[in-house]
C-alpha cells in the first residue's frame, strides 16, 4: 500500500516516515500544499496522512481541490489543536478522519489501518480468501492456521490482493501501490513476486487473467 505523507514539520515528518515505512507502506513524502495538491492528483494512493496547516496552499484547499476534481483517496487530516471547528472543517471538506496533535504512532497506524480496509470494502481487519487470512495489525499470514513466512515484497503484492478478492488487478497497478515514487520501478518484478507467491501459496489461488493482470480467486 502507497502513502502520500503531507507534513510541514521535518521532525515529525521524519518520525511519521520512519513509522510508516515500518508498518510496510511505500511513502511519498512532500512538506508543502503545492506539490501535495500536485502529487495527490497525479498519483496513485491507498491513503493520505495530511496536516492542515502548510505553506503554500493550506491543507483544507488541498483537500477540497481533491475532492471537487473527484480524488476519492482516504484522507486522515491532522490537526495541530483541540479545536472542534477545525475538525468539522475537515470532515466537511471530504476527510475521513482526524487526528489531533500529538498522537501516538500506534493510533495513526491503526486509523490508516482503517481507512484502506473501509476503502476497499474490507470491515475485518483480518481479510480472508478461502483459507487463506492476513491479518491487518499484526501482518501475520496463515493457510489453514498453518503461518506462511513472505518477504516483505511478497506480503505487500498479496496484501493489495487480499483488500480486492476476485478483482483483477494489473501489473501497472500493483507497481503503483507497492513501490514509492522515487523507487526504480520495473513491473517486471511483480511478476517475479507473484511466481514467488504461487510457490508458498495453495494450488491456483492468484489467476493470472491474461493480457490483464492477477486476480485472488477463493478455492
Ligand atoms: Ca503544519
Known sequence: MRLLLVEDDPTLRAQLRVGLVEAGYAVDEVDNGRDAHFL??????????????????????????????????????????????????????????????????????ARVRGLIRRAAGQASPVLRCGDLALDTRSGRVTWGGQALTLTSHEFKVLDYL??????????????????????????????????????????????????????????
Open 40 to 109: 495527490g492528483d497525479t498519483e496513485a494512493y491507498d491513503a493520505v496522512v495530511l496536516d492542515l496547516g502548510l505553506p503554500l496552499v493550506d491543507g483544507l484547499t488541498v483537500l477540497k481541490r481533491w475532492r471537487d476534481a473527484g480524488r476519492a483517496m482516504p484522507v486522515l487530516v491532522l490537526t495541530a489543536r483541540d479545536s472542534w471547528s477545525e475538525k468539522v472543517a475537515g470532515i466537511d471538506a471530504g476527510a475521513d478522519d482526524y487526528l489531533t496533535k500529538p498522537f501516538h504512532m500506534e493510533e495513526l497506524l
Open 162 to 219: 487480499m483488500h480486492r478478492p476476485g478483482a483483477v488487478v494489473s501489473r501497472t497497478e500493483l507497481t503503483e501501490h507497492i513501490y514509492a515514487q522515487d523507487f526504480d520501478r520495473d513491473s517486471n518484478t511483480i511478476e517475479v513476486f507473484v511466481g514467488r507467491l504461487r510457490k508458498k501459496l495453495p494450488h491456483a489461488l492468484i489467476e493470472t487473467v491474461r493480457g490483464q493482470g492477477y486476480r485472488l480467486a477463493p478455492k
